[in-house]
């Protein structure tokens, strides 16, 4: 999942005595095991960050259930356009509005969806008495991005689709991540859970740290950058940027390679983003 959420429990809530266990969530069995009696919260990503991961919402609500927690689904990569947990069982559905929400890159922002009375108002409680409440003006930003977002993620996802699969047959290109793909093994459960599979792609670069530093530094129409989900295409390097946060032996085992690139597909031209990842490949790999 992404490193600030692995840096927030681990290095601020275990400070008070908070404890948190890490499991692949594709594996049930590896959840069940992983509840407690005091478990109060089974956190989920889906699609994972970076990896493309597909959770059954379904599956994992139902577990959080047998054990009294609360389920939570960071709805990011997907949105409400694709995907909609609390339709699958979900308690809350967290959103980074920074990303697809607001859509344009400039503002900064969360949002917790509850269908639950209780639970707004216990959230609205701590909300209030911590000062967690936006701007009048980041609202607006984030309003303005929501009368857009239909057609934003169309083309997201269209430009999405086309370049993974031109990555999934190019030769500098040892594995493509992206649910959309029938090489992807959480392929069937994406297409029942989502109405489409987004605008994020991962891949692994046939090459060394230092040929995916170059990649992601040499590229003209991809800016280099951690975020993701505005108009414009960024890219980035998990294991020096977004997920550097985690130990590098719990990166490892998670599968995020020093070669692993992710992308957040923009709305431009798919031929000049094409065009741009094979510069920067011709400069990486020469």
Known sequence: MYGGTHRIFTQVYEEYDLEFDFVDTTDHDAVRDAMRENTELLWVETPTNPLMNVNDIDALTDIADEYGALSAVDNTFATPMLQRPLEHGADIVSHSLTKYLGGHSDVVGGALIVDDADLDERIGFYQNSVGATP??????????????LPVRMDRHCEN?????????????????????????????LASEQMDDFGGMLS??????????ETVVSETDVFTLAESLGGVESLIE???TMTHAAIPKEEREAAGLTDGLIRVSVGVEHVDDLKADLQQAFDEALA
């Open 237 to 239: 390097q998990p294991a």
């Open 203 to 212: 891949f692994e670069l046939d090459g060394t740290l230092e040929q995916a």
């Open 160 to 188: 999405a689709s086309e370049l993974a699969h031109w990555l999934q047959d190019h030769d500098a290109v040892d594995r493509v991540y992206y649910p959309g793909l029938e090489s992807h093994p959480d392929h069937e």
């Open 135 to 148: 701007s009048p003006f980041d609202c607006f930003l984030v309003l303005r991005g929501t009368k857009t």
